[in-house]
């Protein structure tokens, strides 16, 4: 069974830092490309960054590029994004998804979801 179990969520100031986890089990890392998408409510889920392991490329939106770093930890099965200099306008419920490598309609599994709140 395929499971993505998300943590490092919570609320921050304008301009802090958090770091989102993501343990992923029931599959082999490598075999879908892992990585976030977030929503707030009564609009689509937008993704924010995908690392895919075929080519070794990572997907950033353009909102978060420069502020947000996608990295993973194959011999953990674990998937992290770093996200800096936050804004009130990241506040989401981020979800780890696999396979992230389309739109959302696309994603296979999702995690449960984990609130992420900035506050200025």
């Known amino acids: 069974e395929v499971q993505l179990v998300e943590s490092g969520g919570g609320s921050v100031q304008t301009g802090g830092s958090l770091r989102l986890s993501c343990a992923a089990s029931?599959?082999?890392?490598?075999?879908?490309?892992v990585g976030w998408f977030r929503q707030v409510p009564g609009k689509e889920r937008e993704k924010v960054s995908c690392?895919?392991?075929?080519?070794?490329?990572?997907y950033y939106a353009d909102s978060v590029k420069g502020r947000f770093t996608a990295s993973s930890d194959r011999a953990k099965n674990t998937v992290y994004l770093s996200m800096n200099s936050l804004k009130p306008e990241d506040t989401a419920v981020y979800y780890c998804?696999?396979?992230?490598?389309?739109?959302?309609?696309?994603?296979?599994?999702w995690g449960q979801g984990i609130q992420v709140t900035v506050f200025s």
């Open positions: 998804a696999a396979d992230c490598s389309g739109t959302y309609r696309g994603v296979g599994y």
């Open positions: 029931g599959f082999t890392y490598g075999d879908y490309a």
């Open positions: 690392i895919s392991e075929l080519d070794r490329s990572t």
